[in-house]
């Protein structure tokens, strides 16, 4: 017989309790615990080929199983295969965020439109009409493809209608509601039970499901975070309203690297993989600007070439203004702190803008160096070469720390047209092995040498 259990969720953070509390012991939230009954019945997952375990035991099995091959599937759009891993995988459940109107709709209808040449393929809407996706359809060339197309917002009437489906899209999650819970679309308990339905639903079948969801305004999937966990993949469509170039970010892969990115182009007619991301985020650059220069990271498996400006003015602030965009504040005011003890450089009296150009973001150590060249390159209005290219990360007392794939970020950078890279001196990087002339440096004050720069500036 089924057992009636009754619990407590938070609305806000998706906190559990066993009993009703005036205020959510974790976020810290008023009234935000409401009651959730749920019916369990003891069923799981079962086979990820349609198999179904028995209610009053379990089967195991060996780590052998792990060895085999996963099965994948090429969408032939290179760059959405390259952030998944290789291609999408049967029966994984795989989670797109972003800001609102930055294309995510229309980049899974370009990928299901792909995938129906062979495949079965279901779009499902409960925030458009159908028509309003046609329209889209038509735009972005999709219209004639064999993709099957529904407005619902019932999820278990979606799970009932579905049959030998390969690849399903919901837009979105938030949306959805399921008829076990007495709650409005989009609280939490909505969202993880409607999660949990149709990832059973997935692992059951085969199918390979692609969930939308919305964010705050903080940039997080809007829901509890348990989300994030339930499903295999969690991937950020990223981008500014005035820029037609997309980002798409790799922050949970249990098929594939994490941090992978893939770089699009929004164009009219729909999305478009940019296959040099590197060229791109270096073709307006000028020659010769003071507070610019030329980082080598690594993003997932490739290297990617990315402009550092860099703009340092005076200040009529008591506490002088410090804004990135693109890099981490914290870091900034970390490799400021340096320069003004160990080279004497002061920054109290300015104010320092940081940005990254071209709408990506760094999160790698590596970016430290190429961060305090720009600095020091605005302090001084002495320009960095156009020509030269650098990357290492920064310690407390002002050494070049060594980074990883050095040989791919010197390489990345010998591709491109640049003659200097500097480095960090401990990356045992063989000059005879390419045609650039390599620039080691130990600690920050090789680099103000190298650069030219003044040690001190009143």
Not at 84 to 90: H, I, N, Q, S, Y
Not at 276 to 305: C, Y
Not at 430 to 445: A, G, R, T
Request: hydrophobic share 40%; proline share 3%; with cysteine.
């Amino acid at each position: 017989m089924a057992k009636s259990e009754k619990l407590f969720y938070c609305n806000e953070c998706g906190a559990r309790y066993p009993k009703w509390l005036g205020r959510c012991e974790d976020c810290g939230q008023w009234n935000t615990i409401v009651e959730d009954i749920r019916v369990s019945n003891g069923s799981g997952f079962g086979s990820i080929y349609g198999a179904k375990t028995p209610t009053n035991e379990i089967e195991f099995s060996d780590l052998s199983y792990s060895n085999e091959k996963v099965e994948r599937i090429l969408s032939n759009i290179t760059e959405f295969d390259r952030v998944l891993g290789g291609g999408a995988v049967p029966g994984s459940v795989v989670l797109i965020g972003g800001d609102p109107g930055i294309g995510k709709s229309t980049l899974l209808l370009q990928v299901l439109s792909a995938f129906s040449q062979d495949h079965n393929c279901v779009y499902i809407s409960g925030e458009e009409s159908s028509e309003q996706i046609c329209l889209r359809a038509a735009r972005i060339g999709a219209n004639n493809s064999n993709v099957k197309l529904a407005c619902e917002t019932n999820v278990d009437a979606i799970i009932n209608s579905l049959s030998k489906v390969d690849f399903l899209v919901i837009d979105s999650i938030q949306t959805l509601q399921s008829s076990t819970v007495e709650s409005i679309p989009g609280t939490v308990t909505q969202v993880r039970t409607v999660a949990y339905e149709l990832i059973n639903f997935a692992k059951t079948t085969g199918t390979t499901v692609f969930l939308i969801g919305h964010v705050t305004k903080e940039g997080a999937i809007a829901g509890p975070k348990v989300l994030e966990h339930m499903v295999d993949t969690v991937l950020y469509f990223e981008g500014e309203r005035g820029n037609s170039y997309r980002i798409l970010r790799a922050v949970k892969n249990r098929y594939g690297p994490c941090d992978e990115l893939g770089i699009f182009e929004m164009h009219g007619h729909g999305l478009f993989s940019v296959s040099n991301p590197s060229v791109l985020f270096l073709t307006q650059r000028n020659n010769d600007i003071a507070g610019a220069t030329v980082f080598s990271g690594i993003e997932g498996t490739r290297p990617i070439l990315a402009e550092i400006q860099a703009l340092v003015s005076k200040s009529y602030f008591i506490a002088p203004r410090r804004t990135v965009v693109g890099w981490d504040l914290n870091r900034l005011f970390t490799i400021l702190a340096v320069i003004e003890t160990k080279c004497k450089i002061s920054f109290a009296d300015r104010d320092v803008y940081l940005n990254v150009a071209g709408g990506l973001k760094i999160s790698e150590p590596a970016g430290d160096l190429a961060v305090a060249a720009c600095l020091l390159s605005a302090r001084s209005v002495n320009p960095i070469p156009n020509d030269t290219c650098i990357f290492g990360e920064i310690g407390l007392t002002g050494e070049v720390r060594s980074v990883s794939r050095c040989s791919e970020r010197v390489k990345e950078a010998e591709k491109l047209g640049f003659k200097n890279v500097i480095l960090p001196a401990s990356n045992k990087f063989p000059k005879e092995s390419c045609n650039i002339n390599l620039m080691p440096v130990q600690n920050l004050f090789d680099i103000i040498e190298i650069l030219g720069m003044s040690k001190r500036h009143e």
